[in-house]
């Protein structure tokens, strides 16, 4: 779930990662930084580790877009994909 997405004020993209699990996980994550016009400026993956039925939260780094005043929305992946 994105809770706030990178801009000139704070670099970082927000994050939460839910686990509906009986167990700890490792999670992989997607953001996709976008411009105006949709246009995908850069994405990242990241793995989150979460306590069972927990949820951590995770800042990304939206600068590897470049130019993060030009960030205009991020899209993060639905559903983490859960690792073994």
Not at 13 to 39: L, M, Q
């Amino acid at each position: 779930m994105l809770k706030h997405c990178a801009d000139a004020d704070d670099p970082y993209t927000t994050v939460e990662v839910r686990n509906p699990n009986a167990r700890d996980g490792i999670f992989t994550v997607r953001v996709s930084f976008k411009d105006e016009s949709g246009f995908e400026m850069a994405d990242t993956t990241d793995q989150v580790s979460v306590p069972a039925n927990g949820t951590a939260t995770h800042r990304v780094f939206g600068g590897r877009a470049g130019d993060v005043s030009r960030i205009e929305h991020c899209e993060v992946q639905r559903r983490a994909d859960a690792d073994e």
